[in-house]
């Protein structure tokens, strides 16, 4: 086991000397999936755009394979992709096209990129729509093509945001199918979700958020510990600490 995602000491926000996040620490290592949970506001949205290089910290670090954003921008990113809430797409390009961007961003051979993208198509039902473009798509369809992008690209860390938004049942288990098989395979998954019956399922570890800051961490029988909620469900502790720590 490696550690690939370290963020220590991270404050951070929108306007100077106000951060949203603050004195937040925590990692990813290979071959687990860490969720990130918290209400509206809590500051996981701000924490991801750090992790991701979007914002640059007021105080602290967030360091993939040792490096910062800052230090090697586009080595950085080359180690993670990205699945966001709300799909970002281009109107003129196709479902393939896009899928070929990205293919490219990250330097993939063609004939790699041609092994992984098929049964990616095929596996979430869109092999048929490889020429359509976005205004012809649903919304599940339009974050179908975002898990397509970043399932192709296999880096060794996912940043996932709320990837279930739109999907059908379908969609979900096959995501969280691939999740699994590249944990396996060694890969750190960081994952915000507010379905907490699926993190609690999925997870291996969790990361507990309220008012900007990490309240609680650790396994689920950890987190239990921590709380003296002994045999308690993800559910009931986060509302927990959700209430600040109040039954």
Known sequence: MRRILEVQGLSGGYVPNKPVIRDINFHVDSGEI?????????GKSTTIKHVLGLMEPMTGSAKIAGKTFTEEPDEYRGCLTYIPETPILYEEMTLWEHLEMTALAYGLQ?????QRVRPLLEEFR???KIKWFPSEFSKG?????M???ALLVEPDLYVVDEPFV??????????????IRFRDNGAGILMSTHILSTAEKYCDRFLIMHNGQMVLRGTLKQLQEETGMSG??????Y???????KA
């Open 34 to 42: 860490v969720g990130l949970i918290g209400l509206n506001g809590a």
């Open 110 to 114: 063609e004939k790699t990129f041609l």
């Open 126 to 128: 869109m092999e048929n």
């Open 141 to 145: 369809m339009k974050q179908k093509v």
């Open 147 to 149: 898990i397509l992008s």
């Open 166 to 179: 739109g999907l059908d049942p379908i969609g979900i288990q096959s995501f969280l199918d691939y999740m």
């Open 232 to 237: 308690a469900g993800l559910d009931d502790i």
């Open 239 to 245: 509302l927990y600490a959700a209430k600040g720590g």
